[in-house]
Nanobody
Framework: QLVESGGGSVQVGGSLRLSCAAS????????VAWFRQAPGKVREGVAY????????TYADSVKGRFIISRDNAENTVYLQLNSLQPEDTGIYHC????????????????RGRGTQVTVS
């Protein structure tokens, strides 16, 4: 019910724009978060946006480089990745839930399969 796209391979310092698309039923009234899982590491949350976009938070590791936004008319959440570094490599997943802070990725009601980002 959530489909990510926009991943790819980029050089250090490059940019990508990830999209997370959902049906109107899935998207309406849900908070959305982006997670990433680097090879051999635990999946971590990197960005969060509230239902109307009024509250946004970022992990310290991406603050100032990533930008999360949402277009409720298009039922899509975006994650702009700038100044990419090798440590940003991983699979990026989006997740949605009516609860503001459901916890780790598996606790979210709706979860995408992810899109691969590789920085070298």
């Amino acid at each position: 019910q959530l489909v990510e796209s926009g991943g790819g391979s980029v050089q250090v310092g490059g940019s990508l724009r990830l999209s997370c698309a959902a049906s109107a039923y899935t998207f309406r009234g849900n908070h959305v978060a982006w997670f990433r899982q680097a090879p051999g590491k635990v999946r971590e949350g990197v960005a969060y946006i509230s239902t109307q976009g009024g509250t946004i938070t970022y992990a310290d590791s991406v603050k100032g480089r990533f930008i999360i936004s949402r277009d409720n008319a298009e039922n899509t959440v975006y994650l702009q990745l700038n100044s990419l570094q090798p440590e940003d490599t991983g699979i990026y997943h989006c997740a949605a839930d009516r609860r503001r802070c459901p916890g780790k990725f598996p606790a979210y009601e709706y979860r995408g399969r992810g899109t691969q980002v590789t920085v070298s």
